[in-house]
């Protein structure tokens, strides 16, 4: 992944925008490439739409969520949960197929060809995935195999359809990347309409509208990409290139994972102690506070391409302002977020759910300090071709927020998982601009000034 001044890439990086949806937060550390340096108009205008997009996408989650809490009641979101769950974890490890397409690209403009190994490496490794979900959710409590399979269905379209997204950004088609992350929650929240409200179906009928949503997505993106991968080719997946994109993928795919478990630790070891009503109280604070993390992300994906470009001081100076930039803004939304809590929550999601207020506030601190990451990577990951920093930063975020939840979730529960994901968050963040500093070898007087 390692990019050079004079070759000049630009890169986007990939946000997850529903969170509500995927049970997983929305950001991701990779970054892809594409052969164009923006404009610093293009960057404002992509900066301006993707954020649009995200202001439909966060609330369509967080209805998602409301109807989630009320019309399947803790032990079918619990359920529900579980599925979701078992299937994100092999989706971020396999959903950096596109993104290692945009990577070979440089060396192999066959543009089609790379399309098609990653769709084929997709459907075999994500059927042998599918199986391993079917497996263990007939080995779970509360999941079963019927429902354990029923998730499984939903990983290739979901592995597909995230592989095109990687393309796109890639190419700079920002406009259509967004309509397709838009996609997902937009039908999952009409099936959930349909079949568990209006049809009554339950956890099954929950799961299977997110499974429709899936498919549905991945057939819109292959029908509006037909010049990506058409006509198809039966192309080998043990070739040296298949292999390579295979690789580049699952090295990618293993930080999403670890970023997946550090985010959700705390949750785990909550579930433990205080069982499956305090996760779902829990989680309200979770995903809300998740969410502010969408403006550096939106910040990320639009200013990567000019930070590819010209030299490496400019570069870095450029990331961190904007990253300074990410963490004032994060933190005005944050505060009028937290002061709302305690009146919003039970109106909206009933008053089981109102102590979720204090975890919210507990959680923002460590959230706000770790908005900037997702800016930082753009420097760190593809600029100077160092992904294994993300992954550092998530293991010692991991290995803090574990170590605290341990200590305090059994006598403070929810606050507890909270300071607790709030210092590994905070200790992430920390990592993240020492691990920049040193690269970029700014002087202090300039980092300060990014703030």
């Known amino acids: 992944m390692m990019a050079t001044a004079a070759a000049k890439p630009s890169v986007v990086t990939a946000v997850r925008p529903s969170p509500g949806v995927d049970i997983a937060p929305p950001v991701t550390p990779n970054l892809v490439r594409t052969p164009e340096v923006a404009s610093a108009r293009k960057v404002g205008e992509s900066a301006i739409e993707t954020l649009l997009f995200r202001g439909l996408s966060t609330p369509i ?24 769950l078992s299937v994100t974890i092999f989706s971020r490890l396999l959903g950096q197929l596109g993104v290692a397409v945009t990577n070979r690209r440089q060396e192999h403009p066959d543009l089609r060809g790379l399309v098609l190994r990653a769709f084929a490496i997709a459907l075999v490794a994500g059927g042998i995935a599918s199986g391993l979900i079917a497996i263990w959710g007939s080995l779970t409590d509360g999941l079963g195999l019927r429902l354990g399979l029923l998730a499984a269905c939903s990983l290739v379209p979901n592995v597909i359809w995230q592989t095109i997204s990687g393309v796109l950004l890639g190419l700079g088609r920002i406009r259509l990347w967004n309509v397709i ?124 391409s000019s930070a590819m470009g010209g030299d490496d001081s400019r570069a870095a100076r450029l990331v961190a302002r904007t990253a300074g930039k990410g963490l004032l803004y994060t933190a005005a939304a944050a505060v009028p977020i937290a002061a709302a809590a305690p009146f919003v929550i039970p109106f909206v999601f009933g008053d089981a759910f109102k102590k979720a207020a204090l975890p919210l506030a507990l959680l923002m601190p460590g959230a706000v300090l770790y908005a900037p990451v997702s800016i930082l990577v753009v420097y760190l990951s593809v600029r100077r071709g160092r992904p294994g920093l993300s992954l550092a930063v998530s293991a010692v975020a991991l290995v803090l927020t574990a170590a605290f939840a341990i200590a305090l979730v059994p006598r403070l529960g929810g606050s507890g998982a909270a300071v607790a994901s709030s210092i590994g968050y905070a200790g992430g963040a920390v990592l ?20």
Not at 66 to 76: A, N
Not at 432 to 451: G, K, V
């Open 432 to 451: 993240s601009w020492l691990f920049f500093a040193r690269l970029a070898r700014i002087p202090a007087t300039d980092l300060e000034a990014a703030f």
């Open 181 to 304: 992350q838009l996609l997902s929650p937009v039908l999952t929240l009409v099936g959930m309409i349909a079949f568990v409200v209006v049809g009554n179906l339950g956890v099954g009928g929950a799961i299977g509208a997110w499974v429709g949503a899936n498919a549905l997505a991945a057939l819109f993106a292959l029908a509006t990409t037909r010049d990506l991968w058409l006509p198809p080719d039966l192309l080998p997946i043990d070739d040296p290139l298949s292999r390579a994109i295979a690789r580049i993928a699952l090295v990618m795919g293993a930080v999403q994972v670890v970023n997946l478990v550090s985010y959700r630790t705390e949750l785990l070891i909550l579930g433990h102690y205080r069982g499956a009503v305090g996760v779902g109280v829990y989680s309200i604070a979770m995903q809300s506070v998740e969410s502010i993390w969408l403006i550096a992300g939106a910040m990320a994906t639009s200013v990567t």
């Open 61 to 84: 989650a967080m209805v998602l969520v409301v109807l989630q809490s009320r019309f399947l009641h803790p032990e079918g979101r619990g359920a529900f949960v579980l599925a979701v």
